[in-house]
């Protein structure tokens, strides 16, 4: 550091280029601030960090829909879900009127129903204990017959379909941790179990279920739109992903301790995929022969950012441009109908919207010029605002895949939803003590969420499955 001694015996020349080096430092440092400052304000609103980053000081919310495009409250069509009268109740109970009138003391006529009201109660369940018996007689000449016992009763005590159903779905379906599972059990149904009881059921479960999972994931990859994502798990201490596919109708989810290429040919099933992907730009996914849609969810995140925390106008363009034609979208898809891509109309209509698209980041990265090579090795760092132009250009096909073709979201949502109870079973759990477990989780997830979408009621399809008939979801 330059003492004021020293600064006298430097002559003008060296006094400004000392000036100059300042000046430098200083805007470094300001930059510096300034992105660290950005960072600060990053939340899961406005970049790709998960809600449960954000703490207590989470961000209010703010939605990208146009104010007055809906109504507010139930909206047109909307069925609702309120609690009617049943035409068919299982119990009567009839409150009758005195015999005689309680002002004149006479005797009162035949009484009708003046009024109905129904009360939606569970009846008591207790833990039913079948004893199966075998008769056994010998016959005159000395030959034994003895009875056989049903199907699936094999040792002198078990549990039966519904109570290993119960525990799997509480425990693995709904992340319920083993000790409050059995605790559930027996405060439900009178049915005492230890945690070991739990765990071998959902082991034996995703034995039963295995052949339907392997189907759907082969039917979800022959499926012409496929939304695909992953999340971090730690399994034996060590991280692990857990991969999913999902389609309006299935689910599909695999573990592997890799996220990329080889966690891909290990699990053999996208480089099967021929159709449109839907991902959120994760690199590996493009080396895949099919098509490619990104997630334009992620970046209306990262322009909010640009927009609100860096003031760049051409964000703010961007956004709307994209909230429009996904509102087009929707209605040119409305009531089940599949737009004419074909049409000269509507291929105009996306020109139109593309040409908007490329003026608006033809500004941008005139705003935001890509930073010359230093001559370092590696990629030249770029801003964040750049890197995102540059994407958004060189993918543009892919960004507006959802315009083109039939079926394509405008959002990854579909894939990032099937994550969602996976995260809730790690908060729960933690991680997965060993692999197979946490293959046992995803067999069990991929066909409960799968029988959800396809309107089935899990518990029953989950006893059916332990009674040796396993409910198929449509595959078509």
Known sequence: MQTPSSLNQLNHAEKDALILMQQDQITNLEETVKQLQGRLNMSSRNSSKPPSSDGLNKPAPKSLRVAGQKPTGGQIGHTGSTLTK?????????????????????????????????????????????????????????????????????????????????????????????????MLMEDFFGLPVCEATVIKAAIKGAEILQPTVNAIGQAAVSSAVLNADETGVRVDKKPHWLHVLATEKMTWIGSHPKRGREAFEALALLQQFRGVLVHDGFLPYKALNCLHALCNQHHLRELTYLLEEQKQAWAGDMIELLTHANHLDNLNCAD???????????????????????????????????????????????????????????????????????????????????????????????????????????????????MHKQGANIFESLVAAFKGSTPQPNFG
């Not at 996976?422 to 293959?439: D, H, I, L, M, N």
């Open 336 to 450: 089940g109908k599949t737009p004419d891509y074909s049409s000269e109309n509507y291929q105009t209509e996306v020109r139109d919207l593309r040409d908007l698209y490329e003026a608006i980041l033809a500004q941008a990265l005139t705003d935001n010029p890509v930073a010359p090579p230093t001559g370092k090795r590696g990629r030249t760092k770029q801003s964040k605002a750049t890197n995102l132009i540059v994407r958004l250009h060189d993918y543009g096909d892919d960004v507006w895949r959802f315009m083109t073709h039939a079926g394509v979201p405008f959002t990854n949502n579909l894939a990032e939803q099937a994550v969602r109870m996976p995260k809730v079973k790690q908060k729960v759990s933690g991680c997965f003590r060993k692999p197979e477990g946490a293959k046992t989780y995803c067999v069990i997830r991929s066909y409960c969420a799968t």
């Open 86 to 182: 049943s035409a068919t109740p299982d119990k009567i109970v009839i409150h009758g009127v005195p015999e005689l009138c309680q002002a004149c003391q006479k005797q009162l006529p035949l009484a009708y129903v003046a009024e109905t009201r129904q009360v939606f109660d569970l009846p008591e369940v207790k833990c039913e204990v079948t004893e199966h018996q075998t008769m056994q007689a010998v016959c005159s000449c000395g030959r034994v017959h003895t009875g056989e016992f049903p199907a699936g009763v094999n040792a002198a005590v078990q549990y039966g379909p519904r109570a290993n159903a119960s525990m799997v779905h509480l425990n693995e379906n709904h992340a319920i941790p083993l000790q409050r599972t059995a």
